[in-house]
């Protein structure tokens, strides 16, 4: 038996499509460079015509910021001083009825805390309203020296029997 014949693979290609050796591609030394730098540029990848650009643009913004320094110089622009009238002292008290004020108004005060404060309506709920300022040494917390310190800010209007809040 003979072995059947090993023929290369036909192409469907007109016969004048095939590479001929004579359509070699040139070599790379005869190929142009197209967009690869040259010189110092080449680091940052750039061609000729973006270092041309980016040189332009850079002078452009070193002359803009030479003519900004220079117009700010001639302006010798004085610091801005403000003028404040004199104030008066104000002489006012924060005063509060000790028979109606909240655990809130009664925090205001200089030396009152909140837990003071809630202390104070809640003596008054329980012990009646508070005819005078001494009166509010009842309350525990509250001794000679806060009592000196409230009693500018005490204003005792009508005294209540509700015990007020």
């Known amino acids: 038996m003979t072995s059947p014949a090993i023929h290369p693979p036909r192409s469907n290609a007109p016969a004048d499509r095939r590479p001929r050796s004579s359509d070699a591609l040139p070599s790379r030394a005869a190929r142009p460079q197209v967009g690869i730098p040259d ?57 509060i009825d000790p028979n109606a004020a909240t655990w809130v108004e009664w925090s205001q005060l200089d030396g009152i805390g909140p837990t003071l404060a809630k202390r104070i309506v809640e003596d008054r709920k329980t012990n009646g309203p508070f005819l005078t300022a001494g009166d509010l040494n009842r309350v525990k917390g509250i001794g000679p020296k806060t009592l000196d310190k409230l009693r500018p800010h005490l204003a005792f209007g009508e005294v209540t029997t509700d015990g007020g809040q």
């Open 39 to 95: 010189g110092a540029g080449a680091a940052w990848g750039l061609s000729r015509g973006d270092r041309w650009f980016l040189s332009v643009m850079l002078a452009v913004l070193a002359g803009l910021l030479t003519l900004h320094a220079r117009r700010d110089a001639v302006r010798n622009a004085e610091p801005v001083t403000v003028v404040r009238t004199e104030t008066e002292a104000v002489d006012y008290v924060f005063q």
